[in-house]
């Protein structure tokens, strides 16, 4: 097997997320849970979206008919949307929460420029850094506002 650049990465990312996923506090399980498969649903109508009007592509990519990168889409984001959800400290001030909210997207859209620039890992077509971060930025508050809405049925009913 031939260990390009892309390859490492790809591996480096679903060792990580695997790693990431095992190491969560039993206690936020079922909270994690529900974030990451939320988190895969949304990312696999998207990703098919951007991808399918030309926005952007993944030249090295994991399975050869599906265009999208299934590490970003399935795996990655979604184990990064799992820590915003359980770590979401919702007892802190809106500006904390805000700024905790802020850091994911920014992280990921500061390694994705990193990404496109020095790999062929994707490429951006008609996209650009600013769609990247909006669209994680949007994603990532829907993951919160569904696990809230998901649990907050859930606490009602035990009252």
């Known amino acids: 097997m031939n260990f390009t650049l892309e390859r490492m ?81 919702a007892a802190k001030s809106r500006l904390f929460r805000f700024l905790y909210v802020l850091a994911f997207p920014t992280g990921i859209t500061i390694i994705e420029v990193l990404l496109q620039k020095h790999t062929s890992l994707i490429h951006y077509l008609t996209w650009d850094w600013y769609w990247t971060f909006l669209s994680i930025w949007a994603t990532m508050q829907l993951s919160l506002l569904f696990n809230w809405w998901f649990f907050r049925e859930r606490e009602e009913g035990q009252k």
Request: proline share 5%; aromatic share 14%.
């Open 9 to 89: 990465i790809i591996l480096a990312v679903w060792t990580i997320s695997l790693i990431g996923l095992l190491i969560v506090p039993k206690r936020h399980r079922r909270k994690a849970q529900v974030a990451f498969l939320f988190q895969q649903f949304s990312n696999g109508i998207l990703g098919l979206i951007v991808v399918q009007n030309g926005w952007l592509e993944y030249p090295a990519r994991e399975l050869q008919h599906n265009y999208t990168s299934l590490t970003f889409e399935v795996m990655g984001y979604p184990t990064i949307a799992v820590y915003l959800n359980v770590y979401y400290p």
